[in-house]
Nanobody, 122 residues
Framework: QVQLEESGGGLVQAGGSLRLSCEAS????????MGWFRQAPGKERAIVAR????????YYADSVQGRFTISRDISKNTVYLQMNSLKPADTAVYYC???????????????WGQGTQVTVSS
């Protein structure tokens, strides 16, 4: 059974940084696409960034391009999201997801973590 466990969320002031981690277990993830999504109150869940397990095929939403970096550590079965220059608009629940299709659509991702709250104060 695939399990994705996020950690690293919290409260930070605008301009600050956080690093989210997503530890994956339950299968081998070679060939999988790992994504970070976020959902703010009253808004739809939307992709933030994604990366293939090989480390290629990276993608960033326009709103985070240049501020966020997605990476993975195969030895630890963990995907990271380094978030710098955070803004109040980045406040949301952040979810880790895994799927077999290269896509930005949440529906393309089969496995999801429980989410971690990120709150950026002004």
């Amino acid at each position: 059974q695939v399990q994705l466990e996020e950690s690293g969320g919290g409260l930070v002031q605008a301009g600050g940084s956080l690093r989210l981690s997503c530890e994956a277990s339950g299968r081998t993830f070679g060939g999988y696409i790992m994504g970070w999504f976020r959902q703010a109150p009253g808004k739809e869940r939307a992709i933030v960034a994604r990366i293939s397990w090989s480390g290629a095929l990276t993608y960033y939403a326009d709103s985070v391009q240049g501020r966020f970096t997605i990476s993975r550590d195969i030895s630890k079965n963990t995907v990271y999201l380094q978030m710098n220059s955070l803004k109040p608009a980045d406040t949301a629940v952040y979810y880790c997801a895994a799927g077999a299709v290269v896509s930005t659509a949440p529906s393309a991702y089969r496995h999801w973590g429980q989410g971690t709250q990120v709150t950026v104060s002004s």
